[in-house]
């Protein structure tokens, strides 16, 4: 059982409870215009460039075999001509080129989560995160039993846009699903993210039935769901589903503008992290609608 992954985050501490090893999974149904990372949007490896660390030499242009770089005022690459070859990477002088995305195993991935197991502690573990994980569910499942079976307490990171079997295979080899709600109402989030609400609602409702230990998490993007009424919406609909939902609102980072400068992609949304006070407003709607556990940052 193989999957293709892009990232491993060592101690990280907002994936979870605890220190945690997070590993990154390829491909993402959604089409979120403020995703933190757009390079694990797309489920195949691709060509990653940084212009800050790029000084022009020209050099990988001249030894792409298919003459997929062009060098203007920085390197273009066309993704239709690059076939993943490596020979810009590896001639690369500045580490500008980088292919992002390799298949492991499921015993590599899990090896990988469970180096630092040691520091863990009691609280700590493993997260599988994305793009979204549910696309390589079987891969997923697999790589979370062999974290389990070395005593390990998982988390998955998702949007919960899957078929029920994949959120079934999930339920005995997780102990906390960290789940995105982005917007309640389904025609917005069609319209904004690419597809409608329902089957994440269908997951979701499926999870509390099952009481599996979920935290709903809301990214507050300016411009997009950071509206009283989106909150509130949301919610209102989790208290409705479980009295004791924990919800926990994401401040917006907007620390991901350069990666969508090294995709040549714009970055759509305008705006600043919120500040204590405006999370604070944004607090008081939650504990107005009934949520007890609220999570902040
Ligand atoms: S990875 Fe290979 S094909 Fe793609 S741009 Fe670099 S040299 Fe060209
Ligand atoms: S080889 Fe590296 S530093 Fe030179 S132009 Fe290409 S990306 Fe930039």
Known sequence: MTGII???KRFAVHDGGGLRSTLFLKG??????????????????????????CIRCGTCAAVCPNQALKL?????????????????????????????????????????????SVFFGEDGGVTLSGGEVLMQWEFA?????????????????????????????????????????????????????????????????????RGADVLVRTPLIPGYTATEKNICSIARYIRGMDADAKYELLNFNPLC???????????????????????????KILEEEGIVHIIKE
């Open 141 to 209: 499942s697999e790589v979370l039993k062999l974290c389990k079976e070395k005593g390990a307490d998982t988390a998955i990171e998702s949007c919960l846009l899957a078929p029920r079997k994949a959120v079934e295979a999930m339920l005995p080899v997780t102990d906390h699903f960290l789940i995105d709600i982005k917007y309640l109402d389904s025609d917005e989030h069609k319209r904004i993210v690419g597809t409608d609400n329902r089957q994440i609602l269908d997951n979701y409702e499926f999870l509390v039935r």
């Open 257 to 283: 503008r350069s990666k969508y400068a090294a995709l040549e992609r714009d970055y759509p949304v305008d705006g600043k992290a919120f500040s204590e006070e405006e999370m604070e407003r944004f607090y």
């Open 28 to 53: 993402c149904p959604l089409h979120c215009p403020w995703c933190q990372n757009p390079e694990g949007m797309d489920p195949h490896p691709a060509l990653w460039y940084s212009p800050n660390d």
């Open 6 to 8: 892009f990232d491993l």
């Open 72 to 116: 203007k005022e920085r390197i273009h690459v066309d993704r239709d001509k690059c076939t993943l070859c490596g020979k810009c990477e590896d001639a690369c002088p500045g580490s500008a080129l980088q292919r992002m995305g390799g298949t492991v195993t499921a015993k590599e991935a899990a090896e990988l989560l469970m180096r630092d």
